[in-house]
């Protein structure tokens, strides 16, 4: 097991390397000189020469990203260019609200759909059942930016039910949550009712009717636990998509986490700034699928077996 972690690691960090280098390179090979960006009206050529120098623009490329590596390896996210302050502390404070607007959407997302998902494939010709389906598949297309204003509109405007700008209060956060969670919850959802469908029709499920034994037993305590292994490995991927997909639901409610930060710097090429938020949220979904795969194997011995066979 631990041999097993220790190469879920060492190939995070190789994944953490690559997507630096990614949009390292992205940043470099962009048009435009960026330091137009920093000295705006202000701009000289003996400025922005005098500017390259300290920042280290007018080093090769290679040099750039080792010096960006080498400062992340202790800490250092680099300096903004805009703000002028540590890139580590604005991630510092905005990641933590973050973590709970997709907290709060992972909360609803799970209470939601497991349970709609279940009722499906128990009672899978009802109206309510062929509902839930429908509602599933509009939550998928609904693009989640439209989503959002709609629910601005809605809430907001019409009802003043609620705030249209995001914000880490009990109110403020309702509609970045609803948002943000609609389109994980209808594909989890889906997941669960084919994955319940397929369970459901297994031997052993005929075997334990034969016997009699209660359908609440069969389905709690012998269909739900197996079926529930491919919805676990969805959610898991779900909270690292949410980390990228709260880009587009901050922008929207001008939430104060980091995918607004990002989208901010993204306008203003703030360099460091942005690899500071893309490094932070690749470290992010990485850890939550390391943290998944190890929960699936105590969930299933069967896969801890097969993955001390594949190390040996």
């Known amino acids: 097991m631990v041999k097993y972690i220790g190469k879920r690691m060492a190939s995070l960090i190789v994944v953490i390397l690559g997507v630096i280098l990614i949009i390292y390179l992205i940043m470099y090979l962009l048009p435009g000189d960026v330091t137009q960006f920093i000295l705006g009206t202000n701009y000289t050529e003996e400025g922005a020469e005098s500017l390259r120098e300290s920042l280290g623009l007018n080093r090769p490329f290679i040099i750039q990203y080792i010096h960006y590596v080498w400062g992340l390896l202790h800490g250092d996210f680099g300096i903004s260019y805009v703000s002028k302050m540590p890139v580590r502390v604005q991630l ?27 009722y499906s494939a128990v009672k899978p010709k009802t109206f309510l059942s062929n509902l839930i389906q429908g509602l599933g598949m509009i939550g998928i297309a609904l693009p989640s930016f439209w989503l959002g204003l709609m629910l601005i509109l809605l809430f907001s405007v019409k009802l003043s039910w609620l705030p249209s700008l995001g914000s880490v209060s009990l109110k403020g956060i309702i509609l970045p949550s609803i948002t943000l969670c609609v389109s994980f ?3 989890t959802m889906r997941m669960m009712r084919s994955s319940m469908l397929e369970v ?3 031997d052993y499920i ?6 009699g034994a ?10 739900m636990k197996n079926s529930m292994l491919p919805v676990i490995t969805m959610i898991g991927m779900n909270i690292g998509s949410q980390m990228g997909g709260s880009v587009l639901t901050e922008s929207v409610f001008s939430y104060p986490g980091v995918g607004l930060l990002l989208m901010n710097s993204i306008a203003s090429r703030d360099t460091p700034t942005i690899l500071g938020c893309l490094v932070l949220m690749a470290l992010s979904i990485g850890i939550c699928n390391l943290v998944v795969d190890i929960l699936m194997l105590y969930i299933d011995p069967r896969l801890k077996t097969l993955i001390i066979k594949g190390i040996g």
């Open 206 to 211: 005929r075997t334990a009717r034969a016997k």
């Open 185 to 187: 919850m209808a594909s």
């Open 200 to 202: 459901l029709n297994q």
């Open 214 to 223: 209660n359908f609440r037993e069969i389905i709690y305590h012998h269909a």
């Open 92 to 118: 510092f404070s905005r990641f933590p609200n973050t973590l709970i607007l997709v907290s709060c959407s992972m909360i609803l997302c799970v209470a939601l759909s497991i349970p709609m998902g279940i």
